[in-house]
């Protein structure tokens, strides 16, 4: 593989990541919430996700959904629905009042702060659509094994890092004392966001 190409690779990959989406909203609202060490297991989760789109992408997911294009409305239909349940939730309790400014709430569970993750980037199916994208526009056929392995592992460590940064930014207290103080708009903010993304799954 070429440097250049290499480097097309990776430039795509950052801008596929940084893209906003499902997987950008729930680390910031999670940084917000319940901190950046669950915000980090979180972006694990999203990055694993990723992960699994990509590997998906790689061997050929896209070329199914092209012959069985049902098979691709369902899984967007099931994602949007995953979406939206969560928009729901969020829009349901952002009335409920917040702790104290000087604590938190008891945050979820490493795993679970994980599992969220993950299921927040699998409810989006197009990810395996931007991913073949990516693979068929700067991956030869014959490329190894190897460098297969090695790019893989560069959309996990671009995904961790990038939602853990949005996690970390939104932790602060600067930034949480916003919150705090607009929680009912934000949360419901955040809710019609997730809501809308589900409903663009679906439609596009």
């Known amino acids: 593989m070429s440097l250049a190409a290499f480097l097309a ?8 990541v940084v893209s906003p989406g499902p997987a950008v909203l729930m680390s910031a609202r999670t940084g917000l919430t319940e ?3 669950t915000g980090a297991m979180l972006a694990l989760g999203i990055a694993s996700g990723a992960v699994v789109w990509a590997l ?12 069985a294009p049902s098979l691709l409305w369902a899984l967007k239909i099931g994602g949007a629905g995953y ?3 969560m928009a729901w939730h969020l829009w349901r309790d952002a009335e409920k009042s917040f702790i104290a400014e000087d604590a938190r709430p008891v945050p979820r569970s490493p795993f679970m702060a994980y599992r969220l993750g993950l299921w927040t980037n699998l409810s989006n199916p197009k990810a395996v659509v931007i991913y073949s994208s990516i693979f068929l526009g700067t991956i030869n056929p014959d490329t190894p094994t190897w460098v297969l392995a090695c790019l893989i592992l560069l959309i996990l460590v671009a995904e961790t890092a990038w939602n853990s940064l949005v996690a970390r930014i939104f932790s602060m207290d600067r930034t949480r004392a916003v919150y705090i103080s607009l929680k009912t708009v934000i949360d419901r903010c955040f809710g019609a966001a997730l809501a809308l993304l589900g409903v663009k799954i679906v439609a596009t």
């Not at 690779?9 to 596929?16: E, P, T, Y």
């Open 35 to 37: 901190g950046f060490r």
């Open 9 to 16: 690779f990776a430039g795509l990959v950052l801008f596929a």
């Open 56 to 67: 998906a992408a790689m061997f050929g997911l896209h070329l199914i959904f092209d012959a």
């Open 83 to 85: 979406l939206i349940w």
